[in-house]
């Protein structure tokens, strides 16, 4: 909840992913403040490629160690 006070474990609930650039910045002010960056969710995966020529949600999932879920991929729009 935005405002709440960041502690224990974090579900991060993200609109969008293009590069991660959110999710990093996220993640450092959840550990700043203490708390455990437990899980991601992404509501769409727009499915860009990462720094490492691997998708930018295979990064965040391998650099955080962390369960990674995103709601509806730029693929699955297409063939919608």
């Known amino acids: 909840i935005i405002g709440a006070p960041l502690r224990g474990r974090v579900l991060l609930l993200d609109d969008v992913i293009t590069a991660g650039t959110a999710i990093q910045h996220a993640a450092t002010l959840i550990q ?3 708390a455990k960056l437990n899980g ?3 509501a769409l995966d727009r499915e860009e490629k990462g720094y490492h020529n691997r998708s930018a949600i295979a990064e965040a999932a391998a650099t955080y160690q962390v369960p990674l879920l995103s ?6 729009i297409i063939a919608y």
């Open 32 to 34: 700043a403040h203490g």
């Open 71 to 76: 709601i509806v991929s730029l693929s699955d």
């Open 40 to 42: 991601i969710i992404i």
